[in-house]
Structure formats: structure tokens, C-alpha cells
Nanobody
Framework: QVQLVESGGGLVQAGGSLRLSCAAS????????MAWFRQAPGKEREFVAF????????NYVDSVKGRFTISRDNAKNAVYLQMNSLTPEDTAIYYC????????????????WGQGTLVTVSA
């Protein structure tokens, strides 16, 4: 099993920044794919960003490209999401996800999940 604990959420004004952290423990590996998803009120959970543990390749949903940056520190078993130029549309619960390398992180049903951290962006 893998345990994921997110932190860093909060209330921020539009245009501001937040940095989310996710601490992983248990049967983790530096080769795991790590990702962030989010769920806005009344909407389905959506992919935000992932980072490969094998290649370090990253990918982002179009709406956050150029504003968000995902990174990881394998020595600390942690993954981060730096969020800049936040807008009210970024308001959501942000979830950290993990999946073994070579498996599809977009296949949400089989990911490991954290409990989520709430990000609220005021206008």
C-alpha cells in the first residue's frame, strides 16, 4: 500500500500563488508516476499534472500550462505543485495520486490517492 498526504492548500486571492506538497510513504518507489488531480464543486475530478519517475517527463492540462509546475524530490518521497497566477477557476480540492511506472495514471480507479487539500481562490 501507498499512503499519500497532501498539504499546502488554503485561501488566496486571484493572481496569487500556492505550493502544494504531497508526502508519500509505504510501498513507494522513485519510479512511480506521481500526479495531481483536482475536483471543483459540482464537477468531476480532473487531471492537472503528472511527472514520470522514470524519465522526469511532465504533462499538464491545457488550462494550467505556463502557470503550474509539478516537481518531485525522491530523497524526501515528495511531490509538489507550484501554482502561480491563480484564478477563481482553480478553486478545487487538489488530490495527489501515485501509480506504478508503465501503468496509466489517467486510469483513476487504480491510482493511490491522498485525502485532498482545498484550494480556494477569491476574485
Amino acid at each position: 500500500q501507498v499512503q499519500l498526504v497532501e498539504s499546502g492548500g488554503g485561501l488566496v486571492q486571484a493572481g496569487g500563488s500556492l505550493r502544494l506538497s504531497c508526502a508519500a510513504s509505504g510501498r513507494t518507489s522513485s519510479t512511480d508516476t506521481m500526479a495531481w488531480f483536482r475536483q471543483a464543486p459540482g464537477k468531476e475530478r480532473e487531471f492537472v499534472a503528472f511527472i514520470s519517475g522514470i524519465t522526469g517527463v511532465t504533462n499538464y492540462v491545457d488550462s494550467v500550462k505556463g502557470r503550474f509546475t509539478i516537481s518531485r524530490d525522491n530523497a524526501k518521497n515528495a511531490v509538489y505543485l507550484q501554482m502561480n497566477s491563480l484564478t477563481p477557476e482553480d478553486t478545487a480540492i487538489y488530490y495527489c495520486a501515485a501509480r506504478q511506472a508503465f501503468y496509466n495514471i489517467y486510469d483513476q480507479a487504480n491510482n493511490y490517492w491522498g485525502q485532498g487539500t482545498l484550494v480556494t481562490v477569491s476574485a
